[in-house]
T-cell receptor, first 109, second 113 residues
Framework: GESVGLHLPTLSVQEGDNSIINCAYSNSASDYFIWYKQESGKGPQFIIDIRSNMDKRQGQRVTVLLNKTVKHLSLQIAATQPGDSAVYFCAEGFQKLVFGTGTRLLVSP | DTEVTQTPKHLVMGMTNKKSLKCEQHMGHRAMYWYKQKAKKPPELMFVYSYEKLSINESVPSRFSPECPNSSLLNLHLHALQPEDSALYLC????????????FGSGTRLTVV
């Protein structure tokens, strides 16, 4: 079946570093991907999305890269701040979202 | 209004109780969703409503009963739940058509005792 998985459960970085969170997906027909940030006790918050006809998209301090050949996407956060500490999920889908397992990002001052 | 509002934020119920979770949005989104999230796990889809009609049921037990009375409101009726049903229940909405972005509410933290 469809699955979207992450490589690392926890990523620890220093404030100011760049963070990279990776995600693998198995459905080659996937055409839309979203990254969400979830803080404790809150719902998922949209960060950035990308469609399969693109390989890169940039937002404010964030960049998503999509490699359809190896079915891999990543989220890059520039100049990571303590407020970026959260669990990050990749998700795939149109009519319904399938979430990856999540990566906890810990940012130390 | 760009939010999905869920009430209550917290709910404790016994296994013989009947309760309901409520979700509301006024963004004109015609697709609405219920997700269940256990601790340290990703959200898992339960139900999808499209234009107020149930379009996807992910084999959810009948003790969970969704209802979409109008385009702005989504309910989840709970009856005879088990302790393992304790979780964060998330509602989301999406504008149908080419727009694909989902908006999530903050969830209802449910504890079954």
């Amino acid at each position: 079946g469809e699955s979207v998985g992450l490589h690392l459960p926890t990523l620890s970085v220093q404030e100011g570093d760049n963070s990279i969170i990776n995600c693998a997906y198995s459905n080659s027909a996937s055409d839309y991907f979203i990254w969400y940030k979830q803080e404790s006790g809150k719902g998922p918050q949209f960060i950035i999305d990308i469609r399969s006809n693109m390989d890169k998209r940039q937002g404010q301090r964030v960049t998503v890269l999509l490699n359809k050949t190896v079915k891999h996407l990543s989220l890059q956060i520039a100049a990571t701040q303590p407020g970026d500490s959260a669990v990050y999920f990749c998700a795939e889908g149109f009519q319904k979202l399938v979430f990856g397992t999540g990566t906890r990002l810990l940012v130390s001052p | 209004d760009t939010e999905v509002t869920q009430t209550p934020k917290h709910l404790v119920m016994g296994m013989t109780n009947k309760k309901s979770l409520k979700c509301e949005q006024h963004m004109g989104h015609r697709a609405m969703y219920w997700y269940k999230q256990k601790a340290k796990k990703p959200p898992e889809l339960m139900f999808v409503y499209s234009y107020e009609k149930l379009s996807i049921n992910e084999s959810v037990p009948s003790r969970f009963s969704p209802e979409c009375p109008n385009s702005s409101l989504l309910n989840l009726h709970l009856h005879a739940l088990q302790p393992e049903d304790s979780a964060l229940y998330l509602c989301a909405s999406r504008r149908t058509g080419k727009e694909r972005g989902y908006t999530f509410g903050s969830g209802t933290r449910l504890t079954v005792v």
